[in-house]
């Protein structure tokens, strides 16, 4: 059973900073990817941030320069900085990991329940 839980979001005025967590207990096995997608009210879930697991992140345009995606080993954590805040950043946010449970086995999937982010301007 993985259990992935996630933290940080709340209220911020445009320009600020907000650091979102994400962390999976359990057997989730081998990570091979991490990433963070958001969905704002009436959109769909679009991709925010990814890393995989020899250390490439990639972020679309929408983003790049103000969020950063980072991850603990040690403990299957993740976290997402996010600077210079907009009030098109406002969304809820989902944190994903991608997981083997053995070597060249297949690719598990585990979501986050969601954290509200709400950017006013």
């Known amino acids: 059973q993985v259990e992935v839980v996630q933290s940080g979001g709340g209220l911020v005025q445009a320009g600020g900073s907000l650091r979102l967590s994400c962390a999976a207990s359990?057997?989730?096995?081998?990570?091979?990817?991490w990433a963070w997608y958001r969905q704002a009210p009436g959109g769909q879930r679009e991709f925010v941030a990814a890393r995989v697991s020899g250390g490439a992140t990639n972020y679309p345009d929408s983003v790049k320069g103000r969020f950063a995606i980072s991850v603990d080993n040690t403990d299957n954590t993740m976290y997402l900085q996010m600077n210079n805040l907009k009030s098109e950043d406002t969304a809820v946010y989902y944190c994903?990991?991608?997981?083997?449970?053995?070597?060249?086995?297949?690719?598990?999937?585990?979501w986050g329940q969601g954290t509200q982010v709400t950017v006013s301007s």
């Open positions: 994903n990991y991608q997981a083997r449970r053995r070597p060249g086995g297949q690719i598990y999937t585990y």
């Open positions: 359990g057997s989730i096995g081998r990570i091979a990817g």
